[in-house]
């Protein structure tokens, strides 16, 4: 008699048990314990979980048992870096909000996307707009000119979208305005992203001077002159320099994603 066919439904929900029991075991199961404890044949078993170890959900230790894969591994090392890095700036946005009156962002690369990670509001409600979660392109954010200028994320090699009226469109004038960036220390925008919207965000380094994210400052255009943004740019520069050394974020590699 021919075994029932397993839909795609119940072949997605073993492998879903099978790989959280493996992420909330106390000690790395066996193949063994795995199949009893669900009540699989061991050749299904076997099969669910050599699928999920190809696609980096699972691995294997000497024995043979069972632990998180490298993909999970390293999504969770990413997200506690981020936490981490939240907990120690927030203070330097709350400052920078307070002193300039205009919004502070926190943010590091994303996939392909500048990735807010934190905000702090100033106190005017004119321009104050929630950039958590807006996917912001490299090349029209004060962020995302910081993240390039320091090799956080490769120069794009593609078109240049066209976001406001003032967005640099070739990749030679990004090349130029990337290496004032690294000389000055510091990058703006002018309704660049956005038809109205200014911004000047500066790098936040590790412990060994690698860049790791950007904090900016960003409002309206009518309330900045040329003179103010580079004010904001040393503010910004000299707010993260209070941060002590022995505080700062030691990480064995960038955070985020090029």
């Given at each position: 008699?021919?075994?029932?066919?397993?839909?795609?439904?119940?072949?997605?929900?073993?492998?879903?048990?099978?790989?959280?029991?493996?992420?909330?075991?106390?000690?790395?199961?066996?193949?063994?314990?795995?199949?009893?404890?669900?009540?699989?044949?061991?050749?299904?078993?076997?099969?669910?979980?050599?699928?999920?170890?190809?696609?980096?959900?699972?691995?294997?230790?000497?024995?043979?048992?069972?632990?998180?894969?490298?993909?999970?591994?390293?999504?969770?090392?990413?997200?506690?870096?981020?936490?981490?890095?939240?907990?120690?700036?927030?203070?330097?946005?709350?400052?920078?909000?307070?002193?300039?009156?205009?919004?502070?962002?926190?943010?590091?690369?994303?996939?392909?996307?500048?990735?807010?990670?934190?905000?702090?509001?100033?106190?005017?409600?004119?321009?104050?707009?929630?950039?958590?979660?807006?996917?912001?392109?490299?090349?029209?954010?004060?962020?995302?000119?910081?993240?390039?200028a320091y090799g956080?994320v490769k120069i794009?090699?593609?078109?240049?979208?066209?976001?406001?009226?003032?967005?640099?469109?070739?990749?030679?004038?990004?090349?130029?305005?990337?290496?004032?960036?690294?000389?000055?220390?510091?990058?703006?925008?002018?309704?660049?992203?956005?038809?109205?919207?200014?911004?000047?965000?500066?790098?936040?380094?590790?412990?060994?001077?690698?860049?790791?994210?950007?904090?900016?400052?960003?409002?309206?255009?009518?309330?900045?002159?040329?003179?103010?943004?580079?004010?904001?740019?040393?503010?910004?520069?000299?707010?993260?320099?209070?941060?002590?050394?022995?505080?700062?974020?030691?990480?064995?590699?960038?955070?985020?994603?090029?």
């Amino acid at each position: 008699m021919a075994k029932p066919e397993v839909s795609g439904t119940q072949a997605i929900e073993r492998a879903s048990a099978l790989l959280i029991h493996i992420i909330e075991a106390a000690k790395p199961p066996l193949l063994g314990e795995l199949s009893t404890a669900h009540e699989l044949p061991k050749s299904t078993s076997s099969r669910i979980l050599g699928a999920l170890e190809r696609e980096g959900l699972v691995q294997r230790d000497r024995a043979g048992a069972y632990l998180p894969g490298s993909v999970l591994t390293r999504f969770a090392r990413q997200r506690n870096l981020e936490l981490d890095l939240v907990t120690q700036m927030r203070p330097v946005l709350q400052r920078l909000a307070e002193k300039s009156g205009e919004t502070a962002n926190l943010a590091i690369a994303g996939n392909g996307y500048v990735e807010m990670i934190d905000q702090v509001d100033g106190r005017y409600l004119l321009g104050a707009t929630n950039w958590i979660g807006v996917s912001v392109p490299y090349h029209c954010s004060a962020l995302g000119k910081v993240l390039l200028a320091y090799g956080v994320v490769k120069i794009p090699t593609g078109k240049l979208v066209k976001r406001g009226p003032q967005t640099i469109t070739t990749h030679s004038r990004l090349l130029a305005e990337l290496e004032s960036v690294r000389r000055q220390g510091f990058a703006t925008i002018k309704d660049e992203l956005e038809e109205g919207l200014v911004a000047v965000a500066a790098p936040v380094r590790e412990s060994n001077g690698a860049v790791i994210g950007a904090i900016s400052i960003s409002g309206p255009t009518p309330r900045f002159t040329d003179k103010q943004l580079s004010n904001l740019g040393e503010l910004i520069i000299a707010e993260i320099a209070r941060i002590h050394p022995k505080d700062q974020l030691h990480v064995t590699g960038k955070v985020g994603a090029a």
